[in-house]
C-alpha cells in the first residue's frame, strides 16, 4: 500500500468510492504540521471519522482545513474561522455565511491598510534618520557607505 496515495472506501449507497486521508497524508499534500490538524481537531474546526483506532478525513475535512488555512493566512482568528465554517453547517443558503464574510473581511482590510500607514510612517521616520546620519556622517568629511 502505497502510503501517500488516500485510502478509498465505499461511499454511501454504492456511490463512487471516496478517499479518505490519514493525518500525515493530509498534513504533507496541505505543508501543515500533524500536529497543527490536530489541533484544528481539538479546537473543532475539523472532525474526522475514524475507522478502527486511526483517524481518517474526507474530502470536506480537507475543504475545512483548506478554508482554515486560508483564514489564518489572511489574519482572522480561529474563533472567526470556526463561527464562518459553523454558519455553512447550519445555513446551507449561505447569506449568513456570506453575511459575516463580508463583515470580517471589512474589518480585516480596515486593520492592514492601518497596519500599511503604521508602516508607511515608519518607514519614513527611518528614511529620514538615515538621511540626517548621512549628512552629519558627510559634514564630518566620512563616507557613509552602503548597509
Not at 500536529?35 to 481539538?42: S, T
Not at 475514524?50 to 474526507?58: C, I, L, N, P, S
Not at 527611518?126 to 552602503?146: F, V, Y
Amino acid at each position: 500500500m502505497d502510503h501517500n496515495e488516500p485510502v478509498r472506501v465505499e461511499g454511501p449507497k454504492g456511490r463512487d468510492p471516496r478517499p479518505l486521508y490519514s493525518v500525515n497524508q493530509l498534513a504533507e499534500e496541505l505543508g501543515v504540521t500533524p500536529r497543527a490538524i490536530r489541533f484544528y481537531e481539538a479546537k473543532g474546526l475539523i472532525t474526522p471519522q475514524r475507522v478502527g483506532q486511526a483517524r481518517v478525513f474526507d474530502r470536506r475535512d480537507r475543504a475545512r482545513l483548506l478554508l482554515v488555512l486560508r483564514g489564518k493566512r489572511l489574519g482572522f482568528s480561529l474563533g472567526e474561522i470556526k463561527d464562518y465554517l459553523d454558519l455553512y453547517d447550519a445555513d446551507r443558503t449561505q447569506a449568513g455565511q456570506l453575511r459575516l464574510l463580508l463583515a470580517g473581511t471589512e474589518a480585516r482590510i480596515a486593520a492592514l491598510e492601518a497596519q500599511r500607514r503604521d508602516l508607511d510612517q515608519a518607514l519614513a521616520e527611518l528614511r529620514d534618520i538615515q538621511a540626517q546620519a548621512r549628512a552629519a556622517l558627510a559634514a564630518r568629511g566620512r563616507p557613509a557607505g552602503r548597509s
